[in-house]
């Protein structure tokens, strides 16, 4: 065994959490990623359309015995040069971006068929799925088939089945991919509350920045094979390493309180938006394009505001990333030309704004 | 006003197709039905549970229902697995061995009928020691209806299964896997229920062709009554001696026909069911 191999062996069997370093081959290049994710936490590994982030998930679920690597969860080493665990003895979960649902079974039935699976008797299988039925909301479709439910019910199902056996990592593959755009956004936030409740690792493949801000604490970035960012989301996108990283990771995230179109922010401040409809804890999404940068308190129509002081600048090809301190601070693109003709530089004071009809709002969490 | 001039001419051009298509339709139509419908009007209607109570026509029928039943068991015990092999594992020559098995679809029956002969025959690679170690001798008796049946069916259930199990998607075992069940359990609720249709289908399909086997019959287990002669033979035989009673069986062979593409109305005839 290499010597990394043995120091990630020695880390991973005094954490608790996933290490996980795999090289998965690509058609065109070889993947090659080295993680380590404690427990209780999310990580979003993001990159485009094959870069082999599902391979990764495969590699952690057993699916694949051709990858070479070592995956070792809660110090059991289920993968290295000498051992590997089988699929089915694997204490995973996983959500496929299609779901799965077995389609001959009911929704109990595809529930609590981990359970069955992992020698429950049908008794504890029958009240444990009874409790997440309820759990998830869907005590209801508990006798349905899979064809018989909407896009956003089989997403719940899918996702109660991996999570009712208490894994120690839960997989989810573009888990809200399959769904429209508005069911997306509610399902999200369920599936936020629920994520935030559960004790293992959690990783979560997607394309989607927006999902991987919303569900997950930290985030890796993948691109041509390599990781190429790793971190929390706000240093991921305060400090994105790349311009691939800033492009892909655009956007500020902000959370408040929402009452008739005004969002009070957590962080202090408060945005005005134009959905008036949503009250309580929201989510809303800005792009750093969309921020203009002023030297004088703006008198344009933008219905936001307000002050701040520029942190840090970094170019980004033919634009520059601001990294601002302000309420709420918010990382802002300008144009090179901007920089030179409002002789923006670092530590200086400066006035944003935004349009309401810029703001993307969304409920953080199902209050129902 | 402008859409709806250019969007009428455009309507009835795709409900009237041009007559050079349209006459042959008609005819490959009549052409397939009316001997059906000859069938039905020289059936003597008042007679036909006379003919069919006759010892003769009993006897075929029975024979016929207990080897076409057997045959179509035959063909899902061998052919699931045969199925499954060909649909799920990778060997070299697979591409081969497939159309050696499809080759009875379109092989006539009395070739298949004369090989099962000379392979099972009393001096056949598999007949002569077949006879001189253990006294058996297959030709010519009900078990040769069996496998003259099966040999014709077998091809139609593999077709069948085979075709589920490539269009079947094979990560709903993935996902079973990863919920914790043994290869065992995965098969067992996993594969055979979401295959069972393409079963039931294929079995019905192989049941049907045995039922009306005759070529392959004749040869290899000849057409003695109340031993060999199942209900194709019958109506062959009756149609020199006793035409209506011929007759009469044919109408039911019809109906048993018209009784599968019911019940495989759901599953065959679904457009993709039976791809392979």
């Keep these: ?368 | 006003m402008t859409t709806a001039a250019t969007r009428s001419p455009r309507r009835s051009r795709r409900s009237k197709p041009p007559w050079v298509l349209a006459i042959p339709a008609i005819i490959a139509l009549a052409f397939l039905l009316i001997p059906l419908a000859g069938l039905l009007m020289a059936t003597p209607w008042t007679s036909v549970g006379e003919l069919l109570i006759d010892p003769v026509t009993q006897q075929a029928l029975r024979l016929s229902l207990a080897t076409s039943l057997l045959a179509a068991g035959c063909a899902l015990i061998l052919g699931v697995p045969l199925a499954w092999v060909l649909a799920r594992v990778q060997f070299p020559g697979r591409p081969l061995v497939r159309a050696l098995v499809l080759l009875p679809l379109v092989l006539p029956p009395v070739v298949g009928g004369t090989a099962l002969l000379t392979a099972l025959g009393r001096r056949g690679i598999v007949g002569a020691p077949l006879e001189s170690l253990f006294g058996i001798t297959l030709p010519f008796t009900p078990a040769a209806v069996v496998i003259a049946e099966t040999f014709v069916a077998l091809p139609f259930l593999v077709l069948s299964v085979e075709g589920a199990l490539r269009a079947m998607d094979t990560r709903y075992e993935e996902a079973a896997v990863t919920l914790g069940a043994s290869r065992m359990r995965v098969f067992w609720r996993i594969t055979v229920p979401l295959m069972a249709p393409a079963v039931v289908a294929g079995t019905t399909l192989a049941w049907a062709r045995a039922l009306g086997e005759f070529g392959a019959t004749i040869t290899f287990a000849g057409n003695f009554p109340g031993r060999t002669q199942t209900v194709p033979l019958a109506v062959y035989t009756l149609l020199e001696t006793n035409r209506e009673a011929a007759i009469a069986l044919s109408v039911v062979l019809l109906a048993v026909c018209v009784l599968v593409l019911v019940i495989l109305r759901e599953q065959w005839l679904r457009p993709g069911a039976l791809r392979s």
């Design chain 1, 1 to 368: 065994m290499s010597a990394q191999g043995q120091e990630l062996q020695r880390q991973g069997l005094e954490r608790p959490g996933l290490q996980l370093q795999a090289q998965v081959a690509r058609s065109d290049f070889v993947l090659d990623v080295h993680i380590a994710q404690p427990r209780g936490r999310v990580l979003a590994i993001v990159g485009p359309n094959g870069s082999g982030k599902s391979s990764l998930l495969q590699v952690v679920a057993g699916l694949v015995s051709s990858a070479q690597g070592i995956v070792v969860v809660d110090g059991d080493t289920w993968m290295n040069e000498d051992t590997f665990t089988s699929a089915e003895k694997r204490s995973v979960g996983m959500v496929f971006q299609d779901y799965l649902l077995f389609p001959h079974l009911s929704v109990q039935e595809n529930i609590s068929f981990g359970l069955r699976s992992r020698g429950s008797s049908r008794a504890h299988a029958r009240a444990t799925t009874a409790d997440w039925l309820g759990r998830f909301g869907i005590a209801h479709l508990a006798e349905r088939k899979p064809r018989q439910l909407s896009g956003g019910q089989s997403q719940r199902v899918a996702l109660a089945r991996a999570l009712v056996t208490q894994p120690a990592v839960l997989l989810l593959d573009e888990p809200l991919a399959a769904l429209d755009a508005q069911t997306r956004v509610s399902v999200r936030a369920e599936m936020r509350s629920h994520l935030s409740q559960f004790c293992g690792v959690t990783l979560l493949v997607t394309h989607d920045p927006i999902e991987a801000m919303v569900l997950a604490d930290d985030i890796c970035v993948l691109d041509q094979g390599s990781v190429v960012q790793c971190g929390t989301v706000a240093d991921v996108t305060r400090h994105p390493a790349t311009e691939y990283v800033a492009k892909l990771m655009g956007l500020n995230l902000v959370s408040g309180i929402a009452t008739a179109g005004t969002v009070a922010l957590d962080s202090g401040g408060q945005l005005v938006t134009t959905n008036s409809d949503l009250t309580g804890a929201v989510l809303a999404t800005l792009r750093p394009s969309a921020i203009a940068v002023h030297r004088q308190p703006p008198q344009s129509s933008a219905r936001n505001a307000w002050e701040g002081v520029i942190r840090d600048m970094e170019h980004l090809g033919d634009r520059v990333r601001l990294d601002m301190e302000a309420r709420p601070s918010v990382v802002v693109d300008v144009t090179s030309q901007s920089v030179v003709e409002l002789g923006l530089q670092p530590g200086q004071q400066v006035w944003l704004s935004v349009k309401a009809t810029e703001i993307d709002v969304f409920k953080a969490h199902d209050e129902a």
